[in-house]
């Protein structure tokens, strides 16, 4: 790979003056797991790299007392899943950052990373949209929080200005008897990108299902709720109920991995099976 | 260049340095700290070949940044070592047979510590969990798991060398690997991991047009860069390559032919003074119209790949190019008469089928190093599976007589057909030249594996057939259209051997084959384990199972209907013997073990699941497929202590034939295996010629030349013995290394007083050191006549079979094989525990073409050239179980009666889990892969249209 300057500083106000300074050409290092693949490729060519991991906080999983969860940006993803907490609170997270890549890349990759990266298939996104994360930003001018749903603008694409990190996700408390769950569609058993991923909330009070869906747009979509889910109405009723809403905001592409129609199909089964898992009684499938 | 300091720990030693912030964690312990068990598999995080331990996880080395690791603590395979004496763990792998090339061995070792480390007692699914990031392509991954399961169950090794405690005789026994050591301690030299002094680091410029005339290339601005050593381009290469076809560039000339073609190489310093280099180089292309479907390049007035196949050379009287036609080979079968055979057909049946080009994926990529000397010799280090081949081909092209060659071949990392013949030598040996015979080495990126180096070839099939009414075939005229690519030195023969293997190991007594090897603007073709033969019997056998439904008769009756036997002929003219073995018990032992005759799968699955399941079978044959003079030689050297060198030029690139010369070596000159060495280095200048490592022959024909060799030593023993020991040489005994003459037992001798020359206490001297030499070439093959193809091609017939039970989801189109069975006949298990841990690989191998891999083109570019979007089977991939049968129906020509088995695995997987999946779903597939997308979408069209699920219609005919 080419040659960039490297600078490991240790809080957000040097990040953030290292990013104003270098303006647009400094690039952040978290996991490197999405960035060394494009600096050896020649895909991205920076002339600074800073390297967030020893930055104070960012490494911190925390929990306020009312509940909500902030996860640093240089928290790597194998502790997330291993979190017994967040897996018991935000099973479609842990689930979710569980299936990124291979035990190696989990070993290094962030959320903050693979949120930043913003490639549409990352697999930490469709949960935290589903549970109404906002993604917590550092500029030079200070802080500010972004819903994540208004984070990505496009492939590769977010709000981060050129002085801006992100600093970390911030995951509100679970809804009483918040249910929620992710799947994912790849090419064999083994490490894949998503063909799709999905994951769904359903929030038992007010019978609400939210989904969001991966690999099918420019950004992971995040779907309108679909309320009022009857209490009569079964697993497999609410189910084409979400898929049909899915099929209704995706616009996948054919490309190399899968053609349109096969994510088209696979988004409505992976809404059906995410809603069998969140209403309905175990059937022994997936 | 902004350096950054940093320290860390790195197998218990400190270290301080200055380190470029660009510089990978993998990089500086290649580099800098000098460990050779770290292994560039891919660059981008997928293979994890360069897995280490870093703070106690298991990380790849490629996507750390040495800056990231300053304060960190890294431990490697030779950090798995305490005091020489290897871990449990490194014991189980040798003991399970967990190791073939040794290339991802190093990182799957420091997988499964990290996890040992964590969980001391891991489930069999979180030990596949935490090795999926692991690729291997040659163990099947279940000896790994296994391997590793033995540890986290307190599994005791057998021993520390393993072989200590064994006595002969060794073969048919389980020796374990000689190699097996090395390559767990990580200290098993690659090409990959050599560095010569002085050595440049090449680069290369690939096309981005798979079809293009070259206007003008511009490396002014390159040469002038930094550390550059040497540019070429094609217009400075006047050469044509190739092992059967003289067909191919070093660097494209005039004209690029497919999309990857290397077009300008550059030599420097260090890689990236090459890299950038290269990327400086302007080339100006004219795309011209590519040819990309084979159908439309063979037709009248279609553009040519190469308007001059008529003044290349190429081997005449084997193959058959025809100009102006992109044919690089016709290859014709013709036995009995084939319209008269369908005319008696009760029906005819005809479907056509389709293979996808794929690649080999050998862990390690192509890599070779070249030196130029300044009094014209020419030494060359190549990752490369025929020393001798390179050589002969290598001064072929130059020039160069072959003494001046010297060719090395150290540890290889897999190769699997794909670094078979000559491939990225030459080119490191020009720039070399160029730059004043400093040694050059060039390391292929993986996407430079995908692009530029051969893959598998592409197959459209189409089988007609014609059979009786009581299912015997009468009739079969079938054409074979290879999707060669761009060029076919090798690809020939692929069309060769497949059409003589053609039509399956059935007796077809009316057969008309037409195999055409057609160029096309693609990536090319060549040799890939078992090459023609599971791209023809993926058709071959499909079609069995639609035949036999067509008739309504079970496709096991079908088969076994069929079948080769003796007194039939082959469709080549070679009549079948009891020394070709039992294809039938081969397929009787498969079926048994799948519960064939319960067509119903053992579990069913559970109603409205989804979950559909199905059984197949499949038959397989194979022979050497290679010309009839090749030949193959060994020396035996003795040591003054009674330990021998045995050297052959054959190479084991992961195989485990040292291992199985080991054995014969010792058992033929009553030795212990301790005391046999296979130096790990086939080197043109010391070790004895060998045509090349392919075909399954190795075992076969080196077998055959150490057994000579081996008794050429004793005889040369025991004429010295029966001298000193004043009895005649008939009567000479030897075992363990010791020699008498029966009855006489009081007076024995040491092999050490014998095999550099017997000393008397007077000191008279008789002998000498005593040197075995042994060769072999194939009895009795000819060539195919031009017309018929009849003749004997064929050295050995391994014949073979498998039972397959899939699962099939049929919301997700995903397959699953639950079961597996293999039953070959051997002839001999030479090693039971390599021919088992061979068919593991060579079936995982297989699942892979079948459900999993292709080569994806837009327009003739590859799409998917990269582990991004090429994908092998991981550990989360492998059958739920695989049983292996091997049966011993000894071949007359073969050591001790065995066969080749290297390729057979893998061959015929696709066509017996294809037949279990049609029989799952009841939809019929007739293109590989079986993936997921492709699965699924047959299935939805098949409920959307309830007609003919079949896109190609039988065609009825006859009586």
Known sequence: MNGFRYERPTTV?????????????????????????????????????????????????????????????????????????????FPALAQGAAAIGSLQIRNRATVGGNLANASPCMDTAPPLLVLGASARVAGSAGERQVPLQSFFLGVKKTVLAPDEVLIAVIVPAPAAGLRSAFDKIKRIYGHDLALVNAAATFEPASRTLRAAVGSCGVTPILLPPLSGIAKSAGPEEAGRRLAALALEHICPIDDVRASAEYRRDMTALLCRRLVERLLGKSTGRR | ?????????????????????????????????????????????????????????????????????????????????????????????????????????????????????????????????????????????????????????????????????????????????????????????????????????????????????????????????????????????????????????????????????????????????????????????????PVLDVHEAVRDGAPQVHPDVANYNWMKGVFFPKPGKNIAHHQKIRKGDVEKGFAEADRVFEFRFWNPQVQHVPLETHTAIATARADGEVEIITSAQSPFTVRHLFSHTFGIAQHKVRVRVPYVGGGFGGKAGIHLEPLVYCLSKAARGRPVKIVATREEEFNTLPCRQGLHSTIRTGVTKDGRIVAQEITYLWDAGAYADYGVNIGRAAAYSGAGPYVVPNCKIDSLVVYTNKVFGTAYRGFGHLEVLWGVERNMDLLARALGIDPYEFRRKNLLRVGETTITGERFTTGHGRPDECLRLVAEAIGWDDKRASTPAAAGSGIVRGKGLAMLHKAPAMPTFTSCSATILFNGDGSVNVLVSGVDYGQGTYTTLAQIAADELKLPVEKIRIPWESDTDYTPYDWQTVASRFSV????????????????????????????????????????????????????????????????????????????IAQGLTNLDPETGQGLPALNWTYGAHGV?????????AVRVLKIASAFDVGKVLNVQQCRTQVIGGVVQGIGSAVIEKFVFEDGRLMNGSFTDYKIPTTKDVPGEMQQFFLETPHPQGPYGARGVAEHPMISVPGAVGNAVVNATGVEFFELPLDRERVYLALKRATQVTSQPNPVAPVMAGA
């Open chain 2, 1 to 289: 260049m902004e350096t950054v300091p940093i320290t860390l720990t790195v197998n218990g030693e400190k270290l301080a340095l200055d380190v470029p912030a660009h510089r990978t964690l993998l990089e500086l312990l290649k580099g800098e700290v000098h460990l050779t068990s770290p292994k560039l598999g891919c660059g981008i995080g997928e293979c994890g070949a360069c897995t280490v331990i870093m703070n106690g996880q298991a990380v790849n080395a490629c996507l750390v940044l040495a800056a990231e690791a300053d304060g960190a603590v890294i431990s490697t395979a030779e950090g798995a070592l305490d005091r020489d004496v290897l871990s449990a763990l490194q014991q189980a792998f040798i003991d399970f047979g967990a190791i073939q090339c040794g290339f991802c061995t190093p990182g799957m070792l420091n997988s499964a510590r990290a996890l040992l480390a964590r969980t001391a007692h891991p489930t069999r699914a979180e030990i596949v969990e935490a090795l999926a990031g692991n690729f291997c392509r040659c163990t099947g991954y279940e000896p790994i798991i296994q391997a590793v399961e033995a540890v986290a169950g307190g599994h005791k090794p057998s021993s520390q060398s393993g072989a200590a405690t064994v006595t002969g005789p060794y073969v048919g026994g389980a020796t374990p690997r000689v190699d097996g050591i090395a390559k767990v301690a990580g200290t098993a030299a690659f090409v990959h991991d050599m560095v010569l002094p002085g050595m440049l680091h090449a680069r290369i410029l690939t096309s981005p047009h798979p079809a293009a005339r070259i206007v003008r290339v511009d490396v002014e601005k390159a040469r002038a860069m930094p550390g550059v050593k040497a540019v070429l381009t094609g217009a400075d290469l006047p050469y044509k390559l190739g092992l059967y076809m003289e067909d191919k560039d070093i660097l494209a000339r005039g004209t690029v032919r497919h999309q990857g073609e290397a077009v300008a190489a550059v030599a420097a310093e260090t890689v990236e003074q090459a890299r950038v280099a290269c990327e400086a180089i302007a080339v100006t292309y004219e795309p011209i119209d």
């Open chain 2, 701 to 776: 024909m080196g077998g055959n030349a150490v057994i000579e060799a081996a008794r050429d030593c004793l005889g040369q023993i025991k004429s010295v013995a029966a001298e000193v020991l004043r009895s005649p040489v008939e009567q000479i005994e030897c075992e363990n290394g010791v020699v008498w003459a029966r009855g006489k037992k009081d007076k024995k001798l040491n092999y050490s007083q014998l095999v550099l020359g017997y000393s008397y206490p007077d000191g008279h001297s008789i002998g000498g050191p005593v040197i075995g030499r042994g060769r072999y």
């Open chain 2, 805 to 813: 039970e899939v699962e099939v989801d049929t919301d997700t189109g």
């Open chain 1, 13 to 89: 106000a040097q990040v953030t003056a290292l990013l104003a300074e270098a303006a647009g050409k400094a690039k952040v290092l978290a996991g490197g797991t999405d960035l060394l693949v494009a600096l050896r490729s020649g895909a991205s060519r920076p002339e600074l790299l800073v390297d967030i991991k020893r930055v104070e906080g960012l490494t911190e999983i925390r929990w306020t007392p009312a509940g909500d969860l902030e996860i640093g940006a240089a928290v790597e993803v194998r502790r997330i899943y291993e979190d017994p907490r967040i897996a018991t609170a």
